[in-house]
């Protein structure tokens, strides 16, 4: 893509809305770090098994090509473990696509690690430090009742 075909900067943009959401909920325990480790790992499953999510590549004014992002914003909310437990479940229930990232991943250094550490323990035993949904905006929303924005 070059820069001559992209549209106008000038030129005003209508506002895009979208009708669907892309969350991750944190627990609110988790050091800075992690939250933004956690925050990585999720996300980044939504962008691999939902290509819908993904935009189109960037190009500054010289032409020089970037990945392509996001087409909508992330919103990032937090909650206790039992808020993160609550909404793991209506996920499940309402069949929207999710990522889960676990206490245990914090001690393994590799997919592969991740993957055994998931599948070791029950669904309803996970320790949840994170989960990340995407889908239509109500459903998500329900899916985090009782969370809060991430200051």
Do not use: C
Request: net charge negative; no cysteine.
């Amino acid at each position: 893509m070059s820069a001559s075909t992209l549209e106008p900067l000038d030129q005003p943009l209508e506002a895009i809305r979208f009708d669907t959401k892309i969350a991750v909920l944190l627990r609110d325990d988790l050091e800075p770090w992690q939250r933004l480790n956690v925050t990585a790992f999720l996300v980044s499953g939504l962008g691999a098994a939902v290509p819908e999510v993904i935009g189109e590549p960037y190009a500054d004014a010289d032409g020089v090509p970037y990945l392509p992002m996001f087409r909508q914003p992330v919103l990032i909310f937090e909650g206790s473990k039992e808020t993160l437990t609550a909404a793991h479940g209506r996920a499940l229930a309402r069949v929207l696509p999710r990522a889960v990232f676990t206490s245990d991943l914090f001690a393994t250094g590799n997919d592969r690690d991740n993957r055994t550490a998931v599948r070791a323990v029950p669904t309803g035993e996970l320790d949840l430090v994170g989960l990340a949904v995407y889908g239509p905006r109500n459903a998500v929303d329900k899916v985090l009742k009782g969370a809060r924005m991430h200051p």
